[in-house]
């Protein structure tokens, strides 16, 4: 403990964490690796941890934290006086009791805080700025899951203006409802942790809740140019990726297989995910929108279809293309493929 303690007054900001949390989360404290007086394992990469990622001054790969303070000063501008906007992180889903996902994030929660991991709750507000609630943590859940954000992490790394941890957000979080004019939050991803609270009900009771991503759509529609960066990267990857696995449909004709080889090539040059699930279609499958069996051979003279993404850092593509794995457009193929290659292109000139 006294370890932890002399850790946290290193620097003014961590004055905000109270006693009783330093006890609860001694486990985290006293495991998390510093350099220089400056966090470094915060349960994601960071500049000094993963250095081949992100530059000084980033928060993930290619966003700064200037511009992640720029979008919570911008939400606060469009959003009605006094009010309170509260992002939940998405929740991990578990494959079996003890195996979890692999976890994705909430949109609007990563856009906001830079935070990639679960259990958070994030409150803006003018009055407050951003609060953090972070998941309480103890050393079992570090042997298991490895290290984790808490407190300190959400004020020091990811520059929250205050931070709790969540066994507090009742009682604080509560207060900041009643004193807000309205409550904002995404009624499709909200979270039962705050959901719950006899203030939010009241609340709703009495029509101040309303739906954020009116606001928060708005501002993600605009990109800046970091964020215009990384989208293009996404998208030569998927790219790179598919002309790969165009190559390979000549000799393999799984549905199955083309759809693990686009999913290798994809990882291997960088993405952490595929976008969504690969749509790899020979034939009459190709006519089903969001066909997601993928267990075909394709027989010999079919077109292929594949619809496919990829994640990189937070930014995901989407494209589709159509081609006989054979080598050779049919005559009737070639005129059905230049029709709707003509008709794509007058599109584009709209």
């Keep these: 403990m006294a370890m932890a303690a002399r850790l946290l ?21 006293h495991r998390a690796a510093y350099t220089s007086g400056r966090i470094v394992d915060v349960g994601q990469p960071t500049p000094q941890s993963h250095p081949e990622l992100l530059a000084d ?4 790969p290619g966003i700064t934290n200037e511009e992640y303070i720029s979008r ?50 994030a409150v803006l507000s003018e009055e407050t700025g951003l609060c ?14 490895g290290q984790t954000a808490g407190v300190e992490a959400a004020l020091e790394f990811f520059k929250a203006d205050k931070a709790f941890p969540l066994s507090q957000m009742q009682k604080i979080l509560s207060e900041m409802i009643e004193r807000s004019k309205g409550v904002y939050h995404n009624v499709k991803t909200s979270s039962s942790s705050y959901k719950n609270l ?36 996404s998208a030569s990857i998927v790219s790179q990726s598919l002309l790969q696995t165009m190559l390979l449909s000549r000799t393999h004709r799984e549905e199955s297989q083309l759809a693990a080889k686009i999913e290798y090539e994809c990882k291997m040059r960088g993405a952490q995910r595929m976008a969504f699930h690969p749509v790899v279609g020979g034939g009459a499958n190709a006519s089903v929108i969001h ?12 077109l ?11 930014y995901l593509s989407d494209l589709t293309r159509t081609w006989p794995p054979c080598g050779r457009f049919s005559p009737a193929q070639e005129e059905l493929y230049s029709l709707i290659l003509d008709t794509n292109k007058e599109c584009i000139k709209l």
């Design 132 to 145: 953090m609630f972070m998941p309480d943590t103890n050393k079992e859940d570090v042997v298991w899951q």
């Design 9 to 29: 007054r290193r620097t003014p900001r961590a004055t905000e964490v109270s006693s009783q949390f330093l006890s609860a989360s001694h486990g985290l404290i």
């Design 198 to 233: 006899d203030a939010f009900h009241r609340a709703s009771l009495n029509n101040k809740v309303k739906d954020l991503t009116y606001y928060t759509d708005e501002l993600r529609w605009i990109k800046s140019k970091s964020e215009i960066k990384l989208m293009r990267e």
């Design 72 to 121: 919570r000063k911008k939400l606060l501008e469009v959003l009605p006086e006094k009010s309170l906007a509260i992002i939940a992180s998405a929740d991990q889903q578990m494959m079996t009791d003890v195996v979890p996902y692999p976890f994705r994030q909430n949109g609007d929660y990563l856009y906001i805080t830079g935070c990639t991991q679960p259990g958070g709750v």
């Design 304 to 314: 292929l279809l594949m619809d496919v993404g990829c994640e990189y850092h937070g």
């Design 57 to 60: 001054g980033e928060i993930t």
């Design 291 to 302: 066909y997601s069996r993928n267990d075909r051979k394709i027989k010999t003279g079919d």
